[in-house]
T-cell receptor, first 117, second 115 residues
Framework: AQKITQTQPGMFVQEKEAVTLDCTYD???????LFWYKQPSSGEMIFLIY??????QNATEGRYSLNFQKARKSANLVISASQLGDSAMYFC??????????????FGQGTTLQVKP | EPEVTQTPSHQVTQMGQEVILRCVPI?????FYWYRQILGQKVEFLVS????????KSEIFDDQFSVERPDGSNFTLKIRSTKLEDSAMYFC?????????????FGPGTRLTVL
């Protein structure tokens, strides 16, 4: 069965520093997608970044980058130059393999990030 | 920029009552989902919907739950007889034609409180 693990329930980072949020996953299918979402205190889910299992390069979106280590089955989110507005819950999620699937997302438990001024 | 919308933003109901949560997915999307998040916990998949039928449902999605796409734009989740444990944030999501690549766009959620 597929599984997403986020082992850091809470993290602190100083404003303007970089932070890495850990995510490991487990799947036996070679084709999958990995996502990171941000959930601020207001509750909405904001898409941050996507990495496909066949992508050759690590995904980047502005200050967000995904450190994808396929052999280790890890997909860590790196936020560079943290801002106060980055304080939120962050979820790692995996989409089921493409073949014969519905595309549902399986989420990790989340990591609460607090950015200190 | 197109977005998924959900109404109401907050619904309070008495145990045993029926509730309908409404969603308007992004107009050219083909795949629709409901997820829920109990306060402080992770987001859990409930059901996926494609081509006017349920494509997959989780064990949470029992006979008390149903989904509909009544008019080609709205996507609804009905809970027939609410229980206290149904209190949660319910998210609707939709994705485009290329499910391999496109992310799921989430709505802002409906917070359901069952008293």
């Amino acid at each position: 069965a597929q599984k997403i693990t986020q082992t850091q329930p809470g993290m602190f980072v100083q404003e303007k520093e970089a932070v890495t949020l850990d995510c490991t996953y487990d799947t036996s299918d070679p084709s999958y997608g990995l996502f990171w979402y941000k959930q601020p205190s207001s509750g909405e889910m904001i898409f941050l970044i996507y990495q496909g299992s066949y992508d050759q390069q690590n995904a980047t979106e502005g200050r967000y980058s995904l450190n994808f280590q396929k052999a280790r089955k890890s997909a860590n989110l790196v936020i560079s130059a943290s801002q106060l507005g980055d304080s939120a819950m962050y979820f790692c999620a995996m989409r089921e393999p493409y073949s014969g699937n519905t595309g549902k997302l399986i989420f990790g438990q989340g990591t609460t990030l607090q950015v200190k001024p | 920029e197109p977005e998924v919308t959900q109404t109401p933003s907050h619904q309070v109901t008495q145990m045993g009552q029926e509730v309908i949560l409404r969603c308007v997915p992004i107009s050219n999307h083909l795949y629709f989902y409901w997820y829920r998040q109990i306060l402080g916990q992770k987001v859990e998949f409930l059901v996926s919907f494609y081509n006017n039928e349920i494509s997959e449902k989780s064990e949470i999605f029992d006979d008390q739950f149903s989904v509909e796409r009544p008019d080609g734009s709205n996507f609804t989740l009905k809970i027939r007889s609410t229980k206290l444990e149904d209190s949660a944030m319910y998210f609707c999501a939709s994705s485009g034609e290329d499910r391999v690549v496109y992310e799921q766009f989430f709505g802002p959620g409906t917070r359901l409180t069952v008293l």
